[in-house]
């Protein structure tokens, strides 16, 4: 419990500082200081590994699985990778959300800030079942892993889907019903009293569908996990590294993310990987390095190969 409070206690702490301190005065968020701030998040994360080799090496904190230290990191980082690379799908939404009610680009780091804070607590709560799950109903495990096959299905073979128009949503239609809705931005501002009457602004708006949006790609992301370990410290760390990781990914990648169109087959190719271990688990044993291995194998492949491919287009038009 004491680990789980600080834990929790750190990333409160950073959250503050980060709003209060480092972004405090609202700002367009450069490439320069995007990439800088993905790098440390990222550095940040691997070297996570070690505390969780740390803690399991001295007992500091609850085993259920009985995993040695080494194993115990390799899992956090098969994790932290699996939900670095579902978080991609992210990114191209939160960007089509904020193109749709047009804000600005120096007020949405406000609007991510508070997303990832919802995104921890609903990550959590989503953990915490999925755990006490697959722990009470072993059979569960069969449910998520034919689940993420039908995920990977489906993204396959679907054809080009219809634009997400935020706008068009029932999220947004429904939340109109609630609070009457303003199309202008008031700073940075969530609401705002027009003739004594409140308004939610673009901004809260946009605040609430990328909410809900993280919620329904969770529901691939946490079962995609728990085909790795379901341990609740490494489900969780895991989930909330890649989470916080994912503001200033989103910074680095949104006006790039064109060059990366050919990574949709490695998330295809993660799905397919982690669906196949949970359904396979009581007849075949996949070693964690393997593991590990073929999504980072994915994960590099398919970025090289999007990058090429973007060359080779580049050139034939040229």
């Known amino acids: 419990m004491i680990v789980w409070t600080l834990f929790l206690a750190a990333i409160i702490l950073f959250l503050g500082l980060d709003l209060g301190v480092f972004n405090k005065t609202p700002h367009v968020i450069g490439a ?13 994360s691997f070297l996570f590994s070690g505390v969780i080799f740390w803690l399991y090496q001295n007992n500091y904190i609850a085993n259920p699985d009985g ?12 994790g932290y990778l699996i939900e670095l690379s579902l978080s991609i799908d992210n990114i191209f939404v939160i960007a089509i959300i904020f193109s749709s009610f ?10 991510l ?3 990832i804070l919802g995104a921890i607590v609903f990550r959590g ?6 755990v006490m799950l697959i722990n009470k109903f072993s059979w569960t ?3 998520f892993g034919a689940f993420l096959i039908f995920t990977a299905l489906k993204m396959l073979f679907t054809k080009e889907e219809e634009e997400f128009k935020p706008k068009n949503s029932l999220i947004y239609k429904l939340l109109g019903k609630i609070v009457p809705i303003t199309n202008h931005v008031e700073k940075e501002h969530f609401f705002v009293k027009i003739k004594e009457k409140t308004f939610a602004t673009p901004l809260f708006v946009a605040l609430i569908v990328i909410e809900v949006m993280d919620v329904v790609f969770a ?3 946490v079962p995609a996990i728990l085909a790795i370990t379901s341990d609740p410290f490494l489900v969780f760390s895991s989930n909330i590294f890649a989470i916080l990781g994912l503001r200033s990914m989103y910074f680095f990648l949104a006006h790039m993310l064109e060059k990366f169109a050919h990574l949709e ?6 799905l397919t990987f982690v669906g196949l271990k949970m359904l396979l688990k009581d007849f075949l044993e996949i070693p964690e390095w393997l593991s590990l291995s073929f999504i980072a194998l994915s994960l590099i492949t398919g970025v090289v190969v999007s990058l090429q491919l973007g060359k080779d287009e580049v050139s034939k038009e040229k």
Do not use: C, N
């Open 32 to 44: 320069k200081e995007a990439s800088k701030w993905t790098a440390v998040f990222v550095t940040i």
């Open 67 to 78: 995993l040695k230290p080494a194993a115990a990191s390799i899992k956090y980082l098969t």
């Open 125 to 130: 709560l989503m953990i915490y079942f999925g």
């Open 141 to 143: 495990t069969y449910l």
């Open 265 to 270: 087959y490695s998330l295809i190719a993660i």
């Open 102 to 111: 047009k804000i600005p680009q120096k007020y949405q780091h406000r609007v």
């Open 219 to 221: 529901l691939d992301s």
């Open 113 to 115: 800030f508070w997303g």
